[in-house]
């Protein structure tokens, strides 16, 4: 969904005769899809509490009961982290 910014010589063209108003309009639609394309980047990447529990779950010497102990820990971190 990265959509690449060009500046090619038309844009640089049409920037150039914007007023005020217009540039700002045009700014603030740049840092917009920015931030869409920045939140949709952090979504995509995102590990699930699954995930985690696999790999910890894979550790030796880690059984089901600490692996429970570590994930009720990392729940209430992250309870902590969302306010």
Known sequence: MKKEFELNRKTYKDIKRM???QMETYIKEIYDLGVKNGEQAATDEQIKP????L???SVKGIG??????IMLAL???QKI???
């Open 19 to 21: 007023d005020h108003h």
């Open 64 to 69: 089901d009961k600490k692996t429970e102990e």
């Open 55 to 57: 790999a910890i779950s």
């Open 75 to 77: 729940e209430k971190i």
């Open 81 to 83: 982290a969302s306010f």
């Open 50 to 53: 699954a995930d985690i529990k």
